[in-house]
């Protein structure tokens, strides 16, 4: 690692402990069908890519749950809580990293394909866990995929990063658990490094 001054954080299995499928899962049991039918469901109509790059508000992601799935007597609160089930926890060592890392002056961001109700809840998670009450005393700025309207791994995501921080690629660090997201930065330029469990960021920080 060369010059780093900026360090760009990935949300899930970076910061927060995830478990993706447990979503398709519980939506399965809410509306008793079979999984398979669901995750068909789900990936063929890109509803949770359609939520994730803005396509879709809350309310409208909401609705579209229960027309596809044929519940439309199912209340927000059931839904959101389905969707958010695929959240764990949050290791207070990783936001003690983070904390030390803007103490020693780095500029730090959160890059995230990710949804509004899981910023909520993630900021419930991370106030319940740390006392912090939102990701957004963590980080100069946080950079959400529905805001954006782009995922990683796009290049634009990447280059919407550089340029509306005001950062070079060549000074910053990715840290991402996907392994394409990572490719992609390192393709614009971005040093990077890529999250594998079990190591987590405590560890592939230690010596900055």
Do not use: C
């Not at 958010?84 to 500029?107: C, F, H, W």
């Not at 980080?139 to 959400?144: A, G, Q, W, Y």
Request: charged content about 25%; proline content about 5%.
């Amino acid at each position: 690692m060369k010059a780093i001054k900026n360090i760009i954080f990935d949300l899930g299995d970076v910061i927060i402990n995830i478990d993706v499928p447990r979503a398709a899962q519980s939506f399965a049991e809410l509306s008793q069908l079979p999984l398979e039918d669901v995750q068909r469901l789900i990936q063929h109509n890109e509803v949770f890519k359609k939520f994730e790059t803005g396509q879709l508000s809350a309310p409208d992601f909401r609705n579209y749950i229960r027309e596809l799935l044929a519940h439309p007597e199912w209340t927000d609160a059931q839904i959101d809580e389905a969707w958010n089930s695929l959240l764990l926890d949050i290791p207070p060592q990783r936001v003690e990293t983070i904390v030390a890392l803007a103490q020693k002056g780095y500029r730090l961001f959160l890059l995230s394909n990710t949804s509004s109700i899981h910023v909520e809840e993630v900021n419930r998670i991370l106030h319940r866990t740390t006392g912090i009450p939102k990701l957004d005393a963590l980080f100069e700025k946080l950079f959400l995929s529905y805001e954006m309207g782009v995922m990683k791994p796009h290049h634009d995501i990447y280059h919407g990063v550089l340029a509306d921080a005001g950062i070079l690629p060549h000074e910053s660090l990715f840290l991402d658990d996907n392994a394409d997201n990572i490719r992609a930065a390192g393709e614009v330029g971005i040093q990077t490094i890529h999250v594998q469990k079990p190591t987590s960021i405590v560890e592939y920080l230690k010596d900055f």
